[in-house]
């Protein structure tokens, strides 16, 4: 029972679990070879209604952030890490919609609706990641124009973006009150990207670095005020904290499903390994564990609802849920011997995928940065 859902909220979960089940799980292990999800299931998503779930029509699909959360929950409970909706729909959208001109947002979020064009954000260079102070990406206005110069790395959905809002300095001298974002369209010229990272998880996830090398960029490609970019990023990290919340909780929902079938069927010694009270009192703990945290995260989601969520508990909702999801699919793997450190099986790339949750979208160390401040 979640009490936050509606009926509506279901309906959706429903489909999308539908669309996940037939057009993205035949052909993961294909994608996951070849390093890239292909531009056609992005167009299949947004006409079945599964991308930027919360924006009003044409821009999205007319939801709230629990539409959103359905196709997050669908997609992570299926297993389906890698799949970079959520960035482009919950993270890259909200930019364009609550700092955009209405011509910014008429040019662009309709196309990113219907998956006619994929959205990634571009923050991080070799020398900034948890510090966003020290980007060095420069952009410099002359004339009616920004010439943008600098590198960006771990861009996730990076070789298949059509567009990207990208993080740049303006007044080098006054770090984090001199940043700005800007929209960078694939195409432009002094635009280019490398190709898709080797990482030891997310495999068809096409993440890469970035290149810009005097790239002209019309003055109307800034997004919002010039120097404001910093206190916009801080605006949307408590929506896009929560939405990794709500992935590392349905993953580790999904995989203590899988991995309880697995220990039920597997006989080692003559007993099955869920009759060993060892297993029985991990499985135990874990789901003990996952309900509170569901309850915890049921409530965030019902708080951002009400444009409530502040950004402790968002931090807090971020660390709880990818902490416990990576100690649970760790001690998952260990139940399933060495078939879990096999690639074929489930929870092998679960426990890979999901490291990188840890990381990105504020590291845990920064997250207890954040709440530690409480004291
Ligand atoms: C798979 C993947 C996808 C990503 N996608 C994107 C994307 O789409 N767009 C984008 O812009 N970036 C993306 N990133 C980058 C990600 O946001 C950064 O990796 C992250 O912010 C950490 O930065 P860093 O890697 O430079 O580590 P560093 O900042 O160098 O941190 C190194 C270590 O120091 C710790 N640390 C840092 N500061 C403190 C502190 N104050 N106190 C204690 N410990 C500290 C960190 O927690 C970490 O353990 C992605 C990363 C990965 C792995």
Same mark, same amino acid.
């Given at each position: 029972?979640?009490t936050?859902?509606?009926?509506?909220?279901?309906?959706?979960?429903?489909?999308?679990d539908?669309?996940?089940?037939?057009?993205?799980?035949?052909?993961?292990a294909?994608?996951?070879?070849?390093g890239?999800?292909?531009?056609?299931?992005?167009?299949?998503a947004?006409?079945?209604?599964?991308?930027?779930?919360?924006?009003?029509?044409?821009?999205?699909?007319?939801?709230?952030?629990?539409?959103?959360?359905?196709v997050?929950?669908?997609?992570?409970?299926?297993?389906?890490?890698?799949?970079?909706?959520?960035?482009?729909?919950?993270?890259?959208?909200?930019y364009?919609?609550?700092?955009?001109?209405?011509?910014?947002?008429?040019?662009w979020?309709?196309r990113?609706?219907?998956?006619?064009?994929?959205?990634?954000?571009?923050?991080?260079e070799?020398?900034a990641?948890?510090?966003?102070?020290?980007?060095?990406t420069?952009?410099?206005?002359?004339?009616?124009?920004?010439?943008?110069?600098?590198?960006?790395?771990?861009?996730?959905?990076?070789?298949n973006?059509?567009l990207?809002?990208?993080?740049?300095?303006?007044?080098?001298?006054?770090?984090?009150?001199?940043?700005s974002?800007?929209?960078?369209?694939?195409?432009?010229?002094?635009?280019?990207?490398?190709?898709?990272?080797?990482?030891?998880?997310?495999?068809?996830?096409?993440?890469?670095?970035?290149?810009?090398?005097?790239?002209?960029?019309?003055?109307?490609?800034?997004?919002?005020?010039?120097?404001?970019?910093?206190?916009?990023?801080?605006?949307?990290?408590?929506?896009?904290?929560?939405?990794?919340?709500?992935?590392?909780?349905?993953?580790?929902e999904?995989?203590?499903?899988?991995?309880?079938?697995?220990?039920?069927?597997?006989?080692?010694?003559?007993?099955?390994?869920?009759?060993?009270?060892?297993?029985?009192?991990?499985? #135990?703990? %874990?789901? !003990?564990k =996952? @309900?509170? $945290? *569901?309850? +915890?995260?049921?409530?965030c989601?019902?708080?951002?609802?009400?444009?409530?969520?502040?950004?402790?508990?968002?931090?807090?909702?971020?660390?709880?849920?990818?902490?416990?999801?990576?100690?649970?699919?760790?001690?998952?793997?260990?139940?399933?011997?060495?078939?879990g450190?096999?690639?074929?099986y489930?929870? #092998?790339r %679960?426990? !890979?995928? =999901? @490291?990188? $949750? *840890?990381? +990105?979208?504020?590291?845990?160390?920064?997250?207890?940065?954040?709440?530690?401040?409480?004291?």
């Open positions: 029972m979640r936050v859902l509606r009926e509506d909220h279901l309906l959706l979960r429903e489909q999308a539908k669309f996940v089940a037939a057009e993205i799980l035949p052909h993961l294909a994608w996951e070879r070849e890239i999800t292909p531009r056609a299931l992005w167009r299949k947004g006409a079945s209604g599964l991308l930027n779930c919360s924006l009003p029509p044409p821009y999205g699909q007319g939801g709230d952030f629990g539409h959103a959360a359905m997050i929950e669908a997609l992570a409970h299926a297993n389906c890490l890698g799949i970079g909706f959520s960035i482009h729909s919950d993270m890259v959208s909200p364009l919609w609550n700092f955009g001109t209405d011509a910014q947002k008429e040019l979020l309709p990113m609706a219907r998956g006619d064009l994929i959205g990634a954000i571009a923050m991080t070799p020398g990641g948890s510090d966003l102070k020290a980007v060095r420069r952009a410099r206005r002359e004339g009616a124009h920004y010439v943008l110069n600098g590198q960006k790395t771990f861009i996730t959905n990076g070789v973006a059509g990207v809002v990208v993080l740049a300095s303006t007044e080098p001298d006054l770090g984090a009150r001199g940043l974002l800007f929209i960078v369209e694939e195409g432009m010229a002094g635009f280019t990207k490398g190709p898709a990272l080797q990482k030891i998880g997310q495999h068809s996830q096409d993440t890469c670095e970035l290149f810009f090398d005097e790239l002209r960029l019309p003055a109307d490609y800034l997004l919002g005020q010039e120097n404001e970019g910093f206190g916009y990023v801080t605006h949307e990290l408590a929506q896009e904290r929560l939405a990794i919340a709500l992935r590392a909780c349905a993953s580790l999904g995989m203590l499903q899988s991995g309880a079938e697995y220990v039920r069927n597997r006989k080692v010694f003559g007993r099955r390994v869920l009759d060993y009270q060892n297993t029985r009192f991990k499985l #135990a703990d %874990a789901l !003990a =996952a @309900r509170m $945290l *569901r309850v +915890f995260l049921d409530d989601l019902a708080r951002h609802l009400q444009g409530q969520l502040d950004s402790v508990t968002a931090a807090m909702a971020k660390l709880n849920a990818t902490e416990l999801q990576g100690q649970v699919l760790d001690d998952l793997l260990q139940m399933h011997g060495g078939y450190y096999m690639a074929e489930g929870i #092998a %679960a426990w !890979a995928d =999901a @490291r990188a $949750l *840890r990381l +990105f979208g504020g590291s845990s160390e920064i997250l207890r940065e954040i709440i530690g401040k409480q004291f």
